[in-house]
């Protein structure tokens, strides 16, 4: 364990002092994963076999498969290609979540030309056998699937895209072997469908659901106003986002509020766009880049590991894969880092913390048309901090957190200069928010929070201490 948590300590990570410190570029050494991987329009990362490695999922256009590459650790990572199906025509998306509850990783995909979504269920042991079951068919040009329990019942829901009937629907999991399926039509009337992905957007506990429309320019979320069944509430967030693609939930200012990404494939433009609160939340935009050539996807992640959420991406029709640096400050100053600009056609894009070394790693795609790669870009951390010397108006508190690695809670400590009102927000390493708890008015003086982690998986979090003028931030490794 000391071994492992030193590895994660020789990560540097950022603190707000008088005088700042920032960080350079973070180093990628670029793996392949596959080069003989046609035309790939999804990849997701995740553990599909329990065994601690992130796994990638993957849709291949011209081939029509599912594909599993395993990762079977080593270094560099060893990857076994598993076909999970080879009969999915145009396959578009793919997606996991354990559907029926047995502990497993199920898999969600679509398909586009044979205008289905699908679900395999998992038989949970090697060799792994796949049983396919459809969701929805004649479900024209199926774009894109994810999953989550937006009624919370406890079993997971799914989402689903139909761009050729512009339409965003909810299926409600309604338990059996196999699993039905009780459908909920949110909009038929957006204009090209191509995304839609469950979050919080006005902070009332409930989930509720964003989307994007290629051809109609429009960023809008759906307020989920319950009832039995839900009813749906549609506000727009952007009706003139030229040729919005794919959009991501994330609170990218640390202000507790869900913001939104986005990619415009058409505008060639990656943008966010900040939630001002409000009922409903009013909006603004910031654009990262307005020259990013048939922008595809826009994938939020702390990249650097200075605690501030930044955003990577991929530009198909500038073979380029990117990342833009969030300096933390607002308005967000964004300093754009190649990562690849030699990616033919790059289309997919995921974060994920292939190595097990505590950075988000980077895997990209070739899309139909390509070089037909699948690539890792394996984040080795910063060439080095660099002193800026520049006043910042944020006073640093001197903080830690004890145990650190620890196992099921651990003891943020930290001492006030004054008394102020205190909120103590975590995050994944990811940049989500998990939790926000406001403790009220302190005195100054040294004080102790204790936070609970039983119900999180092994991973490296972040806290913020967050006073008026004060802030203190540190990483902490929970370990089981």
């Not at 042991?125 to 929805?136: G, L, N």
């Not at 995921?350 to 950075?359: I, K, Q």
């Not at 903080?399 to 103590?424: G, K, M, W």
Request: charged share 20%; net charge negative.
């Amino acid at each position: 364990m000391a071994a492992l948590f030193n590895r994660f300590s020789a990560i540097a990570f950022y603190l707000i002092f008088i005088f700042s410190t920032a960080y350079g570029d973070v180093n990628f050494i670029e793996h392949i994963i596959d080069s003989q991987s046609y035309g790939n329009s999804s990849l997701y990362a995740c553990d599909i076999d329990n065994d601690g490695d992130k796994d990638i999922l993957g849709a291949v256009i011209e081939t029509g498969d599912i594909v599993w590459w395993r990762n079977d650790g080593g270094y560099p990572i060893s990857w076994q290609k598993i076909i999970v199906d080879f009969n999915v025509p145009t396959a578009f998306c793919v997606y996991a979540e354990d559907l029926n509850g047995d502990g497993h990783k199920d898999i969600l995909g679509t398909s586009y030309s044979d205008h289905k979504v699908y679900w395999w269920k998992s038989s949970g042991q090697s060799p792994y056998i796949w049983t396919r079951y459809v969701i929805v068919e004649d479900y024209t040009q199926a774009h894109e699937v994810c999953a989550e329990d937006m009624d919370d019942d406890g079993d997971m829901d799914v989402i689903s895209v139909s761009s050729g009937l512009s339409r965003v629907d909810l299926w409600l999991n309604e338990g059996g072997d196999p699993i039905q399926w009780t459908q909920y039509i949110l909009d038929n009337n957006f204009n090209t469908a191509k995304s839609a992905r469950p979050a919080d957007i006005n902070g009332d506990g409930i989930k509720d659901i964003m989307g994007a429309a290629i051809f109609g320019n429009d960023v809008v979320w759906w307020h989920n106003d319950g009832g039995n069944p839900i009813t749906w509430t549609k506000y727009y967030v952007d009706g003139n986002f030229v040729g919005a693609h794919r959009v991501q939930a994330v609170d990218l200012d640390r202000d507790t509020r869900t913001d939104i990404v986005c990619a415009g494939y058409l505008g060639h433009e990656i943008a966010w766009w900040r939630n001002d609160g409000g009922a409903p939340p009013t909006w603004t935009k910031q654009i990262l880049e307005s020259n990013f050539t048939n922008a595809c996807i826009a994938m939020p992640g702390d990249i650097n590991g200075d605690g501030f959420t930044d955003v990577a991406g991929t530009g198909q029709g500038n073979n380029q894969v990117a990342w833009w640096e969030n300096d933390g400050n607002y308005p967000i100053t964004w300093t754009k880092h190649m990562i690849d600009e030699n990616m033919i056609r790059p289309w997919p894009l995921d974060l994920a913390d292939l190595d097990n070394d505590g950075d988000l790693d980077v895997i990209s795609g070739s899309s139909h048309q390509g070089s037909a790669q699948v690539k890792w870009y394996e984040n080795t951390g910063t060439t080095g901090l660099k002193d800026e010397y520049s006043l910042v108006p944020v006073k640093s508190l001197t903080s830690y957190n004890s145990p650190n690695p620890f196992n099921q809670s651990t003891d943020i400590i930290f001492s006030l200069p004054a008394e102020t009102t205190v909120r103590v927000n975590i995050y994944n390493l990811s940049g989500s928010l998990i939790s926000a708890k406001d403790i009220g008015i302190l005195s100054a003086g040294s004080h102790k929070y204790s936070w609970n982690a039983s119900n999180l998986p092994t991973g490296v979090y972040f806290y913020s201490i967050n006073g008026a003028g004060f802030t203190g931030t540190g990483k902490m490794l929970l370990l089981k």
